[in-house]
């Protein structure tokens, strides 16, 4: 097992959703050398999120990434490297950025990891497997038949591809979370999840709005999604981290696949008021990248070991609006 306490551990994006979640996590082991890698504007809901967290030292990306480059001395005492930094925007179109920021960052990182014998575990992405036509397989031979729907997707795919090619998956893994939600997420604006936006509009308005199906084997409401509460993402990602010898690529998700309905329902359920749901329009722009089946298949991190129970969708619901969302607070807070 790969013992996290020894020398120093990198979360990138540690100021994000999973990020500060991770480390939230790894503060509940009493530990806290580690270093904080994002970009933060001061007064933001992203530097909320670290408010009540334990780290040593704070890195901008962009320095962070000088640092492997050079394969400075400074980040000699560095062990262990989560990496989860990357623009997540499905909608982002700037292809050069995407492919800077999320392929050729995780690339740098990854190459300074294996020099340096750390431990290197990334975040990959549900959104590599496209429709879900071609399964949802987290075994590496499968990988090139996959067609991501957007370029978020396509900048992670491109790495996974890289990866298998380089035969580095005999020593790193990647991790591809399905619809992760809870607590440390405001800062996302637009790309929070269902459950934060829809809490935000049934408190000024009694009700909450989900997407028209515009396919007809879906009626309104009843695509689905594996929702992964982020208290189950952290678990199974330090879970993979601390274990050495899982290696490659692993889904993380609940592994049950769930309708937008019974996530809304869960919703007024946890704050006891009655179901009061719209159906609106879904934007042109999304109808023909819009994803109506996720569902992962967690049979290879159980084969490994993993044999934690996880969330219900309506505990975690319970858990995030009525100890999180309705008191406003975030995680170890």
Same mark, same amino acid.
């Given at each position: 097992?790969?013992?996290?306490?020894?020398?120093?551990?990198?979360?990138?994006?540690?100021?994000?959703?999973? =990020?500060?979640?991770?480390?939230? =996590?790894? %503060?509940?082991?009493?530990?806290? +050398?580690?270093?904080?890698?994002?970009?933060?504007?001061?007064?933001?809901?992203?530097? /909320?999120?670290?408010?009540?967290?334990?780290?040593?030292?704070?890195? *901008?990306? $962009?320095?962070?990434?000088?640092?492997?480059?050079?394969?400075?001395?400074?980040?000699?005492?560095?062990?262990?490297?989560?990496?989860?930094?990357?623009?997540?925007?499905?909608?982002?179109?700037?292809?050069?950025?995407?492919?800077?920021? %999320?392929?050729?960052?995780?690339?740098?990182?990854?190459?300074?990891?294996?020099?340096?014998?750390? /431990?290197?575990?990334?975040?990959?992405?549900?959104?590599?497997?496209?429709?879900?036509?071609?399964?949802?397989? *987290? $075994?590496?031979?499968?990988?090139?038949?996959?067609?991501?729907?957007?370029?978020?997707?396509?900048?992670?795919?491109?790495?996974?591809?890289?990866?298998?090619?380089?035969?580095?998956?005999?020593?790193?893994?990647?991790?591809? @979370?399905?619809?992760?939600?809870?607590? %440390?997420?405001?800062?996302?604006?637009?790309?929070?999840?269902?459950?934060?936006?829809?809490?935000?509009?049934?408190?000024?308005?009694?009700?909450?709005?989900?997407?028209?199906?515009?396919? $007809?084997?879906?009626?309104?409401?009843?695509?689905?999604?594996?929702?992964?509460?982020? $208290?189950?993402?952290?678990?199974?990602?330090?879970?993979?981290?601390?274990?050495?010898?899982?290696?490659?690529?692993? +889904?993380?998700?609940?592994?049950?696949?769930?309708?937008?309905?019974?996530?809304?329902?869960?919703?007024?359920?946890?704050?006891?008021?009655?179901?009061?749901?719209?159906?609106?329009?879904?934007?042109?722009?999304? /109808?023909?990248?819009?994803?109506?089946?996720?569902?992962?298949?967690?049979?290879?991190?159980?084969?490994?070991? @993993? +044999?934690?129970?996880?969330?219900?969708?309506? *505990?975690?619901?319970?858990?995030?609006?009525? %100890?999180?969302?309705?008191?406003?607070?975030?995680? =170890?807070?």
């Amino acid at each position: 097992m790969h013992n996290i306490k020894e020398g120093t551990t990198v979360v990138t994006g540690g100021a994000g959703l999973i =990020g500060s979640a991770t480390i939230w =996590g790894i %503060n509940n082991q009493n530990l806290d +050398n580690v270093w904080v890698v994002d970009w933060v504007e001061e007064n933001s809901p992203k530097q /909320r999120n670290l408010a009540s967290l334990k780290y040593q030292r704070f890195l *901008d990306a $962009k320095v962070f990434r000088e640092l492997v480059r050079k394969n400075s001395s400074e980040v000699s005492e560095v062990k262990t490297v989560i990496h989860l930094g990357a623009c997540s925007s499905t909608t982002e179109t700037n292809e050069d950025y995407l492919h800077d920021n %999320n392929f050729l960052y995780t690339k740098d990182v990854c190459e300074w990891a294996l020099e340096n014998n750390s /431990r290197f575990v990334y975040a990959s992405s549900a959104a590599t497997y496209g429709d879900g036509t071609m399964g949802m397989d *987290d $075994k590496e031979e499968y990988i090139e038949k996959f067609t991501p729907l957007n370029l978020y997707g396509w900048s992670k795919h491109k790495f996974d591809l890289l990866a298998k090619e380089q035969g580095w998956f005999d020593k790193i893994t990647g991790l591809k @979370y399905f619809n992760v939600y809870g607590p %440390n997420e405001e800062h996302k604006e637009n790309m929070r999840s269902v459950v934060s936006k829809a809490y935000q509009q049934i408190v000024k308005t009694s009700k909450m709005s989900l997407f028209k199906s515009h396919r $007809k084997e879906y009626g309104d409401g009843e695509q689905k999604r594996d929702f992964l509460y982020v $208290k189950d993402a952290v678990q199974m990602t330090l879970w993979l981290v601390q274990n050495d010898q899982a290696n490659g690529l692993f +889904n993380l998700g609940n592994g049950q696949a769930r309708t937008w309905l019974d996530l809304g329902k869960s919703i007024f359920s946890a704050l006891k008021l009655k179901d009061n749901i719209e159906f609106v329009d879904m934007p042109s722009i999304l /109808r023909d990248k819009y994803q109506y089946f996720t569902e992962a298949k967690i049979e290879k991190i159980k084969e490994h070991g @993993y +044999n934690y129970n996880l969330f219900s969708l309506e *505990d975690a619901v319970q858990d995030y609006v009525n %100890n999180y969302l309705v008191p406003d607070l975030r995680l =170890g807070a």
